[in-house]
Every structure is written in structure tokens, then in C-alpha cells.
Nanobody, 115 residues
Framework: QVQLVESGGGLVQPGGSLRLSCAAS????????MGWYRQAPGKERELVAI???????NYGDSVKGRFTISRDNAKNQVYLQMNSLKLEDTAIYYC?????????WGQGTQVTVSS
């Protein structure tokens, strides 16, 4: 069982950058998969990025080359560095993980890209 809390969202201009953080309530050393999903108004929730214990990553096609996921097990944190932001990146971003007790989601943090 793990609780997830996101932070770092906000308003940014196109081409700008943000770094999102996800704080876990327990050690993530034994948690294999952690990552980020997002949901824009009127659209389905979609995968942004996933990272495993071994450091393997997977990115959604729309963010490849612009976003980078990382994890710091000592701090029980997962990060999403977002560069070259576009209007289409506007969404609520959710931290995500799977454990032996199932899937877990954070409350979400709003990212708005606007001129």
C-alpha cells in the first residue's frame, strides 16, 4: 500500500519547462513500476511515462524527446521533467504505481500551457 502526492504543476508559456514531483508515503525500493499519466478536458487518460526499478523507461509517443522520467529511491520520489511544452500538453497529470495490492493514483496536479 502506498499514497502518492503530486506537486510542481502550474501555468507556463509554450516552449517553457516544468518539473513535476511525486512523493510516495513509503519506500519505493520494492515497487517495480512508477510513472505518470495525464488527462485533458474531454479526453481519455493517457500514458505519459513509466519507469521500473531497473531504470527501464517507456514514453507516450506525443512526449518522446521532450519529457524525461526519473526516480530517487532514497527520497521516495518520482519526477517528470517537461521541456518544450506545447498547448496540447495542458492536462491534469497523475502519479501512478502498481503494487501487489493493485494500482494507485495521486490526486493530480494541473499543468496549463498558454500564451
Amino acid at each position: 500500500q502506498v499514497q502518492l502526492v503530486e506537486s510542481g504543476g502550474g501555468l507556463v508559456q509554450p516552449g517553457g519547462s516544468l518539473r513535476l514531483s511525486c512523493a510516495a508515503s513509503r519506500s519505493i525500493d520494492s515497487i517495480n513500476a512508477m510513472g505518470w499519466y495525464r488527462q485533458a478536458p474531454g479526453k481519455e487518460r493517457e500514458l505519459v511515462a513509466i519507469i521500473t526499478r531497473g531504470g527501464s523507461t517507456n514514453y507516450g509517443d506525443s512526449v518522446k524527446g521532450r519529457f524525461t522520467i526519473s526516480r530517487d529511491n532514497a527520497k521516495n520520489q518520482v519526477y517528470l521533467q517537461m521541456n518544450s511544452l506545447k498547448l496540447e500538453d495542458t492536462a491534469i497529470y497523475y502519479c501512478y504505481t502498481v503494487t501487489g495490492w493493485g494500482a494507485h493514483w495521486g490526486q493530480g496536479t494541473q499543468v496549463t500551457v498558454s500564451s
